[in-house]
């Protein structure tokens, strides 16, 4: 997805070149876009794992290098968000915290949400059963 994204900077540029040289206008909302898709693949590249889970907690990346941890019972709700729209179905793992909201979808986790939700769902059984008896 990273190169994806900087070959659509790349491309934006050579079409405004390409069809809009005497436009400011043209150029300036290019340079705009082209930078987007630049910070978007330099976050993809800088920061490629966007979620870690484990028995005690979620670590989820916020921004580009800012890492929050999250303990289980911080965490207020774990699900899938599926919508289907013009034919086509997105989903996104939603984790729900005190105060945040955090969204990933199958690029940001590398992986298919309803798999990850699964093993969020293990981890997170895991922690309560160790919590229920902590002599395990």
Same mark, same amino acid.
């Not at 190169?3 to 390409?18: N, P, W």
């Not at 930078?35 to 484990?54: E, K, M, S």
């Given at each position: 997805?990273?190169?994806?994204?900087?070959l +659509? #900077? *790349? =491309?934006?540029?050579?079409? %405004?070149? @390409?069809?809009?040289?005497?436009? !400011?206008?043209?150029w300036?909302? $290019? +340079? #705009? *876009? =082209?930078?987007?898709?630049? %910070?978007? @693949?330099?976050r993809?590249?800088? !920061?490629?794992?966007?979620?870690? $889970?484990?028995?005690?907690?979620?670590?989820?990346?916020?921004g580009?290098?800012?890492?929050?941890?999250l303990?289980?019972?911080?965490?207020?709700?774990?699900?899938?968000?599926?919508?289907?729209?013009?034919?086509?179905?997105?989903?996104?793992?939603?984790?729900?915290?005190?105060?945040?909201?955090?969204?990933?979808?199958?690029?940001?986790?590398?992986?298919?949400?309803?798999?990850?939700?699964?093993?969020?769902?293990?981890?997170?059984?895991?922690?309560?059963?160790?919590?229920?008896?902590?002599?395990?």
């Amino acid at each position: 997805m990273p190169v994806t994204k900087g070959l +659509g #900077a *790349v =491309a934006v540029v050579v079409l %405004v070149f @390409a069809f809009g040289r005497d436009d !400011a206008v043209q150029w300036v909302l $290019a +340079g #705009a *876009v =082209a930078l987007g898709l630049a %910070v978007w @693949a330099l976050r993809d590249v800088v !920061a490629p794992i966007r979620l870690a $889970a484990d028995t005690t907690g979620v670590t989820v990346v916020a921004g580009f290098r800012r890492r929050r941890w999250l303990p289980w019972p911080e965490v207020e709700r774990v699900r899938l968000d599926r919508r289907v729209r013009l034919g086509l179905t997105a989903e996104l793992l939603e984790i729900d915290a005190d105060d945040a909201l955090f969204l990933f979808s199958m690029h940001d986790l590398g992986a298919d949400p309803q798999d990850v939700l699964a093993e969020l769902e293990e981890l997170r059984t895991q922690h309560d059963k160790a919590a229920e008896d902590p002599a395990a």
